[in-house]
């Protein structure tokens, strides 16, 4: 996994949007998504790709713990410039794609942090990811 932030300033209450596309690769293997309410040792991370696939995890010292196995998005446009989007308001966290509601789910083990991107490949994936239009708004 590959993440990037900007470490100047926590949220806890958020919206954040991004437009990703999958110029080039593999559709099963190279994904991308958002990671917040990081710190140096926790994050949530959402990653979604090309297949429409899905999951929702949280790091922690004790490794990964899975909030939301792996599903299916209809909204994502394989090939195409796709929405994604978290709107985070409490434990409370709504994952858009597109802006369709993909899924909602409510955790508690981290409130606030930095946000940020996402690009993981699987073993033996390849691809070139773009981002545009990295938006945040904190809400606090």
């Known amino acids: 996994i ?3 932030w900007n470490d100047t300033q926590e949220f806890s209450n958020f919206y954040v949007e991004t437009y990703v596309k999958l110029q080039e ?3 099963v293997g190279a994904c ?17 790709c090309d297949d429409r696939n899905y999951d929702i995890y949280f790091y ?3 490794g990964w713990s899975e909030i939301i ?3 299916y998005a209809d909204s994502l ?4 410039w796709n929405k994604l989007a978290v709107f985070a308001e409490g434990p409370t966290v709504m994952f858009f794609v597109n802006d369709v509601m993909v899924t909602v789910f409510d955790d ?3 409130l606030s942090g ?12 390849y691809g070139l990811i773009t981002y545009d239009d990295f938006y945040v708004v904190g809400q606090d």
């Open 108 to 110: 508690s083990r981290r």
């Open 25 to 27: 690769g593999d559709s």
């Open 60 to 62: 922690d010292s004790n």
């Open 69 to 71: 196995g792996i599903s």
């Open 114 to 125: 930095y946000v940020g991107l996402i690009v993981e490949f699987n073993e033996g994936s």
């Open 2 to 4: 590959y993440r990037v």
């Open 77 to 80: 446009i394989p090939g195409e």
């Open 32 to 48: 991308y998504g958002l990671s917040f309410r990081q710190s140096d040792t926790e994050h949530y991370r959402i990653r979604i």
